[in-house]
């Protein structure tokens, strides 16, 4: 009863705040690409099951980052889905999102709220069963619909005060996120100048992430004095995979602090 009431107290204080910052605005294009905003989900629905609870402030900023990034997502992936697996998992995603908007309204009704959590668990654990049965772009884009899913789920449980299966629900996310590391590295080329001259580097690197995106960049080097480079590897690759779930795994892992 008393947590009742304090989440009566709570939802007003959600509904004027979300008239406050404005509606869910969609994921721009910037230099962090898809993975930008699904990290930032990721990271806040984190901190709110690492503290047990969310605040009013918390929930508005997770709504609209989260709708953003998944806005994102449907308008990046959708064209280029990559077999009937990965678009089950998108359109999964999609429904999230319609409920998503609405959450600073129903996080209020318990029921509403648990059937929710309990809806957006079997598309994470559907997304995760079928990320190990395909091929490496369905793989990235199965990767990227359960890195919203996820955190969307560990953040609604604990809201809903349904602590029990939090730390297993946790521990999926985290394997997952660690298999995307390792399965969906970008590759990388290196090109040296074919008629090198004396006392200049001129080499350039390529990365390719695994939904087909690169980057490139040039260590050009004469005498002692740099014109680009040293590149960093790990950077380029980072680069590339701005629109893939290994971006994305790499940051969230590292903002965790596993």
């Not at 809903?160 to 985290?174: C, F, K, N, P, V």
């Not at 100048?193 to 992430?209: F, K, L």
Request: aromatic share 6%; net charge negative.
């Amino acid at each position: 009863m008393w947590r009742r009431l304090i989440r009566g107290i709570a939802a007003p204080a959600v509904a004027l705040a979300m008239l406050l910052t404005g509606t869910a605005q969609p994921a721009r294009a910037n230099a962090d690409g898809i993975s930008g905003p699904i990290v930032d989900a990721s990271l806040i629905a984190w901190n709110i099951y690492r503290s047990g609870g969310a605040t009013p402030e918390q929930i508005v900023e997770f709504v609209r980052i989260v709708t953003g990034a998944l806005t994102g997502l449907q308008n990046e992936v959708n064209e280029h889905i990559d077999g009937i697996e990965a678009a089950e998992v998108l359109g999964h995603a999609a429904s999230v999102k319609i409920d998503m908007l609405d959450y600073h309204n129903f996080r209020d009704n318990e029921i509403l709220l648990e059937m929710f959590a309990m809806e957006v668990g079997r598309y994470a654990q559907n997304a995760s069963n079928k990320y190990e049965a395909v091929g490496v772009k369905a793989k990235d884009q199965i990767g990227l619909g359960a890195q919203v899913l996820y955190p969307i789920l560990l953040a609604a449980r604990t809201d809903a005060g349904w602590t029990g299966g939090l730390s297993d629900i946790a521990a999926a996310y985290r394997q997952l996120n660690q298999k995307i590391v390792a399965d969906l590295e970008p590759t990388c080329t290196r090109v040296s100048d074919p008629e090198p001259i004396p006392g200049r580097i001129y080499v350039r690197h390529e990365c390719t992430a695994a939904n087909g995106e690169k980057a490139s960049a040039v260590d050009h080097k004469v005498g002692d004095t740099w014109h680009s480079g040293p590149v960093n590897l790990e950077n380029l690759k980072l680069e590339a995979a701005k629109d893939s779930s290994w971006a994305a795994a790499k940051r969230i892992l590292a903002g965790q602090g596993q």
